[in-house]
């Protein structure tokens, strides 16, 4: 049986339960510092489970102790972004909830994986590892499966063909700087490049990099949570199925792309001891030099951390 805990049970936390309830993993523990409203979501979520046929045991709670021993836990506690508002604008509110919120994985679930979600990604997954002292690969991002799917979704809409058979790779950072690579994006196995001009490709790669904001603009309050939610159980499926999956992710950089000591997006191989391994990639220049600038965008974040 596995155990699984999200920290955070608004938007983007509570629909994740709801899909990982349905993946049948054993247990989950839903937490926030709102008073009632996990244990309320997760009664109703408990309750959906006789009409949709899961057995998963859902609580909600507002106590850390709750989360003891859990196997995998997944951070999306913290504020989202209001219209106008960059990721890197959340980093001070974001970067002192989670330095708390670590400190009580640390404690109470000592032994677990940790996915992060809180933005702005890079940095707050940074602050997620040093403040659980985990080993780095034990703690990692969710950034590259909700882009990648974000492309996909605007390629599968271009082409007019199934999303099932778009198979996307976006990497660097989760922000204005993220790097979609069409010539690692397949449609069956065909490279995009021989399926659409090289202009409607740019035309979606920039949608993509706005992929969130466009949302943003739409919701007026709050961020994404569907496909957000979606990207984190496909991770989380693949630590707590063991299956190894290639799958992009913020992972902790030591000379990788030629990078050392930040969480970058990159291709991981994913399995239960967290990221197994880095995937290095040939790159156009065109995507070092976003993927330099990027990497320098996420470097000057963390210096303004303080922990
Ligand atoms: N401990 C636990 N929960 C907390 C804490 C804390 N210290 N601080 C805030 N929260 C809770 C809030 O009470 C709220 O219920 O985090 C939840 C965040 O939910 P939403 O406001 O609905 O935000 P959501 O859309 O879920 O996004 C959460 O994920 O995608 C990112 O940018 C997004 O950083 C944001 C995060």
């Known amino acids: 049986m596995v155990k699984i805990s999200v920290i955070g049970a608004g938007n983007v936390g509570s629909t994740t339960v709801q899909r990982l309830a349905e ?24 309750q959906a489970g006789t009409i949709n046929g899961y057995d998963t045991r859902i609580t909600g709670t507002n106590d850390y102790a709750d989360i003891a021993n859990s196997d995998l836990v997944i951070i999306t506690a913290g504020i989202a972004r209001k219209p106008g508002m960059s990721r890197e604008d959340l980093i001070k509110t974001n970067s002192k909830i989670i330095g708390d919120v670590a400190g009580n994985i640390a404690k109470y679930a000592p032994n677990s994986i940790v ?30 499966v909700l882009d990648a799917g974000r492309f996909a979704s605007f390629i599968a809409e271009e082409l007019k063909c199934s999303k099932r058979d778009v198979e996307a790779m976006v990497i660097g950072g989760h922000g204005d700087l993220m790097v979609p690579l069409p010539q690692y994006t397949t449609v069956s196995g065909i490279p995009l490049p021989e399926l659409l001009p090289e202009k409607t490709i740019d035309r979606l790669v920039e949608r993509t990099v706005n992929g969130g904001a466009e949302i943003v603009e739409l919701l007026k309050q709050g961020s994404a949570f569907y496909a957000p939610s979606a990207a984190i159980v496909r991770m989380a499926e693949a630590v707590i199925k063991d299956s190894r999956r290639v799958l992009p992710a913020s992972a902790y950089l030591e000379g990788q792309y030629g990078q050392k000591g930040i969480y970058f997006g990159v291709p991981v191989k994913l399995g239960a001891n967290g990221i197994e391994e880095i995937l290095e990639l040939k790159l156009e220049d065109s995507q070092c030099e976003i993927l330099k600038k990027s990497s320098e965008t996420i470097r000057k974040g963390i210096s303004k951390l303080e922990i």
């Open 115 to 144: 996915i992060n979600v809180t933005n702005p990604l890079d940095i707050i997954t940074y602050v997620a590892m040093k403040a659980t002292g985990f080993d780095p690969e034990k703690v990692f991002g969710m950034s590259g």
């Open 23 to 46: 993946l049948e993993p054993g247990e989950i523990v839903m937490t926030d510092i709102v008073e009632g409203m996990p244990q309320g979501k997760a009664l109703d979520l408990m």
